[in-house]
């Protein structure tokens, strides 16, 4: 449109202001935004809530119903004949079809419709056909009850709204982004919508979750409902074929194996993760086999998939809906509690539409057999004209109508007039009594289920269920997923070099000392001579101080690493040793960590991974009388406090050196590990089951339903098998025993092992496909109970008791073991176990002391998926004397 263009109508004024000129739009200006926006709004991006269809599905499933005759129709015909309806040409059109015939709900397809986990196109519209699914020609069409408009053109009629008795908006989901606007509607399993809405005429609580047809997990704990500011976490599928391969196997809703592929690609070109190959199997399943490099953890990398890949992607969801040509933002549990009201409204109409023609039947047939069975038709035999014939037979049915439930009209009579003789001569009154009976017998129903509507509205959504629900069950599983840190889990893509005199630290200072492999995302922590510290991002060249005496990657919340330091407290200050740690701070900003006295200077300093405490020797310089020149401090018996503490006096007087005696132990307790069954892993913080403490050497023990026996090191970043049934701290000791039926003898056997290897995977059952383990245990002497299935014309077997320490010896992991009984059992339980006394742990060194913490470290039973494990508070009081 030309700048100079000026509406003749308008009334533009101008206004100056601060030199400003300010232009008032009226006219078509004003108006013409306002009209385009609410077009978009209303006409093609949001759907109704009355139906959940945007304009163009609506139109085109009108038009396939136009067209059905029970065979296929190519998409190109359907996609013209919906243009009679829809005036935004076939493209649209094609394309929305083929989103909604995706979904395999209302449209039955014929051809390559394209592939959702691939995200190959559709065939062209004129080689593939469609037909209206008979769930569709079910819950979308009832002429009688539609509301009809005139199409764009006037030339025909279209639906304002289907009437769809069932949540179609949350069964196919809805994406849309007008002016202004937009929406979000996340696609629902159509089974628990069905429940939910059978939950709500029922007056009970209900809550539904988005179920994606690429499944998937999803973490729904910030869903909010589906309304505005929610949030959905939703990975892939990644399972560990073995400890170099990878597969994922179930996609993230909203990417395809190509753009997840890609992502893939990209993060291992950035060095956020490293594989060695990557290959695209997917056909009818999503398989996406990764390759890794040898020593690469696969933990980590599945960790490091989901931190910088599109295996986990995030979806802000947003209900957005029409109501009454208005946008109206509601959550899915209002927009199910709408969609269901409707469907019982709709049943309602249904009804007594129905109950109105079983009743004008009833009318007639009554209304016929009178006429004929008192042959009131012989009563017009004389009259000459037409009201004389309609008055005859009107006089003639007095006698007979009054049984009947309205009064006799004109159209009536008239209708009666039509009765040709043939079917008054073959006229069967019991027949006709019998067809009355049974409209009676209708009537009557259709009366019951309109007095219980709410009941005949709950049997309709079970019969839907019963008849469509077959293979929709829920494809996502619901989980709750635990934070991942970036910096824990990205791969050291990079080199960190200082050049410790000039105080320089980077990447690019390659001729300098190398000090560790690090990430681009890593942040360091820098110590100097002059008791300074610092934070800072990993970069290609940064100065942090001159005289550098240790940097390192910096870990947020790592309260193991220790710092033991001595320094002198300005140029002419007495000399301090102090232990600390770093769990957090301000990036860039320098730390004094004397008390910033001017010439402060560090002696000695060294980081402890493990908190290790070394004994050094001190040598004063011989000034004075001092009579004592050299003496040796163990770091062990210094508190560890904040790194802002003074410290305790080392000597007033003058240090000349101090040398390193010998290395130390760690003075830190055993680390206490718990199992968060709600996320499937491990962690330190109180989250949980508490599995024991751990010292660095310690493992974990994991035994599977499968007969998979493992140890692991106590990893945060490890992942846990499905079908695992014990975790627990390893006691290399301590005798497993299990019981379990072998597939190849027909069999149960009862062994006893220990763990041989504990760096790989055992088996401790047979191969055998029929083999399945029925009991194991940690316990020192477990018992178990069998109980027998009865005989025939025998008395009941009373149930026996092993005592499986005595029944079997410990022996090899490959041993077959002893055998327990030759056929099918009907029960094995495991009982308390007998008294054991355990061996004595190890004697507490000065260095572990601490008060018991009443905590059993070695849990015995399974994990019980179904239970709720209570929080295990901490020894507060030894933590505290450690940590002050």
């Not at 990764?290 to 998939?305: F, R």
């Not at 619901?478 to 050291?492: C, G, L, M, P």
């Not at 033991?564 to 102090?578: E, L, P, R």
């Amino acid at each position: 449109m030309s700048e100079n263009y000026e509406d003749p109508n308008s009334n533009n004024e101008e206004e100056e202001n601060s030199g400003e000129t300010i232009t008032r739009v009226t006219g078509m200006f004003k108006d013409w935004f306002l009209d385009y926006a609410s077009y978009v709004i209303l006409e093609r991006a949001v759907p109704a809530i009355e139906d959940g269809f945007k304009p163009v599905q609506r139109r085109i499933m009108h038009s396939m119903k136009d067209l059905d005759d029970g065979r296929y129709n190519k998409v190109a015909n359907i996609v013209g004949h919906t243009m009679q309806y829809h005036p935004h040409g076939d493209a649209s059109i094609g394309d929305a079809m083929v989103q909604m015939g995706q979904k395999d709900l209302l449209i039955d397809t014929q051809g390559n419709w394209g592939n959702i986990l691939t995200g190959d196109s559709a065939a062209a519209s004129r080689y593939i056909e469609a037909r209206v699914s008979k769930f569709a020609g079910e819950v979308l069409y009832s002429p009688k009850i539609t509301e009809w408009q005139s199409s764009y053109d006037g030339r025909k009629k279209e639906p304002i709204n289907l009437p769809v008795k069932f949540p179609l908006l949350l069964a196919q989901g809805a994406e849309g982004i007008a002016v202004g606007l937009s929406t979000k509607v996340l696609p629902h399993n159509f089974i628990e919508l069905i429940d939910a809405s059978i939950k709500h005429l029922k007056g009970k609580k209900f809550t539904i979750l988005p179920d994606f047809p690429t499944a998937g997990e999803a973490d729904f704990s910030d869903y909010k409902d589906g309304r505005r500011g929610g949030k959905v976490r939703v990975r892939a599928k990644i399972e560990q074929q073995d400890k170099n391969t990878l597969v994922i196997t179930q996609l993230p809703f909203s990417t395809n194996t190509v753009t997840l592929i890609d992502s893939i690609l990209k993060a291992n070109d950035k060095g956020k993760i490293k594989i060695k190959k990557i290959e695209d199997n997917t056909s009818a399943e999503v398989e996406i086999v990764i390759h890794l490099p040898p020593g690469m953890s696969p933990d980590k990398t599945i960790d490091a998939l989901y931190a910088f890949t599109n295996c986990e992607v995030s979806i802000s969801p947003l209900g957005c809906v029409i109501e009454d040509n208005k946008p109206l933002f509601v959550g899915v549990s209002e927009m199910l509690r709408i969609s269901t009201e409707r469907t019982k409204e709709l049943l309602r109409q249904e009804l007594e539409i129905q109950l109105q023609e079983l009743e004008s039947q009833w009318h007639f047939a009554s209304l016929e057999r009178i006429f004929i069975e008192n042959r009131i038709y012989r009563d017009i035999e004389e009259e000459e004209t037409w009201e004389g014939v309609i008055d005859a037979i009107d006089k003639g049915l007095q006698p007979y109508i009054n049984h009947l439930k309205r009064p006799v009209i004109e159209e009536d009579i008239v209708r009666l007039t039509e009765i040709r003789i043939k079917r008054i001569s073959k006229f069967d009154i019991d027949k006709a009594q019998q067809k009355i009976d049974a409209l009676e017998g209708e009537i009557t129903t259709v009366k019951n289920h309109l007095s219980t509507l709410t009941q005949y509205t709950i049997d309709y959504f079970t019969r839907l269920k019963e008849t469509y629900g077959k293979g929709r069950e829920r494809n996502t599983e619901i989980k709750i997923f635990e934070d991942i840190e970036a910096s824990k889990v990205v791969i050291r893509n990079t080199k960190l070099y200082v050049n410790r005199k000039e105080g320089f630290v980077g990447t690019s200072l390659k001729k300098d000392e190398y000090v560790t492999d690090c990430a681009d995302i890593d942040d360091i922590i820098v110590f100097t001579k002059d008791c300074k510290m610092m934070v800072t991002k990993v970069d290609s060249k940064t100065f942090v101080g001159k005289d550098i005496l240790h940097v390192a990657v910096f870990k947020k919340k790592d309260k193991r690493t220790i710092y033991n330091m001595i320094y002198k407290d300005g140029a002419k200050g007495s000399t301090y040793v102090k232990r600390f740690n770093v769990t957090s701070m301000t990036r860039d900003r320098e730390y004094d960590l004397a008390k910033g006295k001017k010439g402060s200077t560090v002696f000695y300093f060294s980081a402890n991974a493990n908190g290790e405490a070394e004994v050094v020797t001190v040598y004063l310089r011989a000034i004075g009388n001092i009579k004592k020149l050299k003496f040796d401090l163990d770091f062990a018996e210094i508190l560890i406090k904040s790194r802002t503490a003074k410290g305790n006096l080392v000597s007033k007087h003058a240090v000349r050196t101090i040398d390193l005696k010998e290395k130390g132990v760690s003075t830190l307790k055993p680390r206490k590990i718990w199992f968060d069954e709600t996320v499937q892993r491990i962690n330190t913080d109180e989250r949980g089951e508490l599995l024991g403490e751990f010292k660095g050497e310690d493992r974990l023990l994991i035994l599977t339903q499968e007969g998979v026996v493992r140890t692991i090191s106590p990893e945060i970043t490890v992942h846990f098998p499905d079908k695992m049934i014990i975790l627990e701290k390893w006691i290399p000791e301590k005798p497993i025993s299990a019981v379990y039926w072998d597939g190849n003898k027909e069999r149960y056997y009862v062994k006893r092992f220990l763990v041989e290897n504990p760096e790989k995977d055992e088996e401790f059952i047979t191969d055998h496909p029929d083999s399945q383990l029925e009991i194991v245990s940690t316990d020192y002497r477990p018992v178990i109970e069998i109980g027998f299935y009865k005989e025939r014309n025998k008395d009941q077997k009373e149930n026996e008791i092993y005592e499986l320490d005595e029944f079997i010896a410990v022996k090899g992991i490959t041993a077959q073991g002893n055998q327990l009984y030759t056929e099918k059992l009907k029960q094995i339980n495991l009982l308390d176990p007998l008294p054991q006394e355990e061996p004595e742990a190890e004697t507490e060194t000065h260095e572990e002391k601490e008060e018991p913490s009443g905590d059993d470290p070695n849990p015995k039973k399974p994990l019980d998926p179904d239970a709720t494990y209570r929080r295990t508070d901490d020894d507060e009081e030894g933590q505290k004397s450690l940590f002050d």
